[in-house]
């Protein structure tokens, strides 16, 4: 019932280029030791958000450098992902937590997963808390246990957390993103290690300006005036609607602007489509606001086109565990603007790389000024791109990783 997924080939020396030699010929080193090796990636969804985006680059690239690593998808019905849907936004900070029926939903799709799980590995690393009960149910199924965190834990509601805490103590080690996240209790057991993007991705690949303007035009977009675009699932802590109040401070003094609203909706988010129509109705029938997500086509290449293309990319998160949506924006070498909350100002340095925000007025006064000085835009965008480039791309988390396998003994 697990889903294996199928994650195709990809090649650590196509990246020299981008990377440097060093980093690639430390990390064929690194991998010597662990040749062979049966690592298991466990994550709750093979499509839609950040797990599964990393996922579909590092796990081909561990299996280039000699893993024998595979990735499997655990079993839930809606009533599970309902339940770990607020989990996940209660260990973001939200009021609300589950009921005692949603923590038994969620301990019995644990059990059932955890009975279908293989045996024999000699890593297994699970993400997030969907799964994170497997290990305390049959911990002789693999060697080494690691917990992979990719949420903002920093403001926890306590309640939840009490809850799931009992659980990640079966994870000898536990990686997370930023050194905020960590919970006490945890600590000396944590890493930190932020993801990263793949730039060789359909997403992430260089793109010619004529065939974004192409494909934007496709989608409606008057490709002759100036476009604010974000990227994102439409969720609460994403704020679209902050998004679309920005744009109207912009439209207020540049009536040609348009804004792009690029979200897919992804299967573990039963949340999605209610707050898509809450973003659609908060547009109320403004032709130059564009909402698009996966259902009007819109996949890899055209959220790179749409990055490539727009004149500011946005990501006004109000919570955000790291924002892969943010090194992918500034990886187009594009002016943006972001909220100060989360991993965002771990990728941004604000007035260097892009601008950091904390409300819809300052995001809309920053779009603005990018838009009265192209010149501020291209020393953003260029200085951003370089920051990407040094930490942010996959081969400097596929080093962190194989990094951590040697540290653990697998
Ligand atoms: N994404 C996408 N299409 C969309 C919206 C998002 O492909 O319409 C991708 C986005 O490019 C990024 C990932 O989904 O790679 C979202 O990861 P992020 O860390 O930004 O946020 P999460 O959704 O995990 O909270």
């Keep these: 019932m697990?889903?294996?997924?199928?994650?195709?080939?990809?090649?650590?020396?196509?990246?020299t280029s981008?990377?440097?030699r060093p980093l690639v010929d430390e990390i064929r080193e690194r991998a010597e030791a662990l040749q062979g090796k049966r690592i298991l990636h466990l994550s709750a969804t093979a499509f839609g958000g950040g797990v599964s985006e990393i996922l579909y680059t590092i796990v081909p690239l561990m299996a280039d450098v000699g893993l024998d690593v595979e990735w499997q998808v655990i079993y839930g019905r809606e009533e599970f992902f309902n339940a770990t849907k607020v989990m996940h936004n209660a260990l973001q900070g939200n009021q609300q937590d589950l009921t005692t029926e949603q923590w038994d939903i969620w301990r019995?799709?644990?059990?059932?997963?955890?009975r279908e799980l293989p045996d024999g590995w000699d890593a297994i690393i699970v993400h997030d808390p969907q799964p994170a009960a497997i290990a305390s149910l049959v911990p002789t199924k693999s060697r080494h246990w690691i917990w992979r965190c990719h949420i903002d834990l920093s403001t926890p509601n306590p309640a939840t957390l009490e809850v799931l805490l009992p659980y990640l103590d079966h994870y000898p080690a536990a990686v997370?993103?930023?050194p905020d996240y960590v919970p006490p209790s945890i600590d000396g057991r944590a890493r930190i290690v932020p993801p990263a993007i793949d730039p060789l991705a359909p997403k992430n690949m260089a793109f010619s300006p004529d065939d974004a303007v192409y494909i934007c035009g496709q989608f409606g977009i008057d490709v002759e005036r100036p476009v604010l675009c974000q990227v994102s699932r439409f969720d609460p802590w994403k704020d679209p609607l902050g998004v679309i109040d920005a744009y109207r401070i912009v439209k207020a003094?540049?009536?040609?602007?348009?804004?792009?609203?690029?979200?897919s909706m992804a299967t573990d988010d039963p949340e999605g489509w209610d707050y898509y129509n809450a973003t659609v109705a908060h547009a109320d029938g403004d032709p130059d606001i564009h909402i698009l997500n996966n259902f009007n086509n819109v996949g890899a290449i055209e959220v790179n086109a749409f990055q490539s293309h727009a004149d500011i990319l946005i990501q006004k998160s109000t919570r955000e565990g790291f924002g892969l949506t943010v090194s992918e924006a500034i990886w187009k070498a594009r002016p943006f603007i972001g909220g100060d909350v989360g991993g965002i100002p771990l990728q941004i340095t604000d007035g260097e790389s892009g601008f950091l925000v904390r409300s819809s007025e300052e995001c809309g006064q920053r779009a603005l000024e990018i838009l009265a000085d192209p010149g501020l835009g291209k020393r953003l965008g260029r200085a951003g791109k370089e920051s990407v480039r040094r930490r942010f791309l996959s081969p400097r988390l596929l080093r962190d990783w194989l990094a951590m396998f040697g540290e653990i003994g697998v």
């Design 176 to 178: 997370f993103h930023l």
């Design 2 to 15: 697990l889903q294996p997924v199928s994650v195709g080939h990809k090649h650590l020396s196509d990246y």
């Design 108 to 114: 019995h799709y644990n059990e059932i997963n955890a």
């Design 18 to 20: 981008i990377v440097g």
């Design 253 to 263: 003094k540049m009536p040609e602007v348009q804004l792009a609203l690029v979200g």
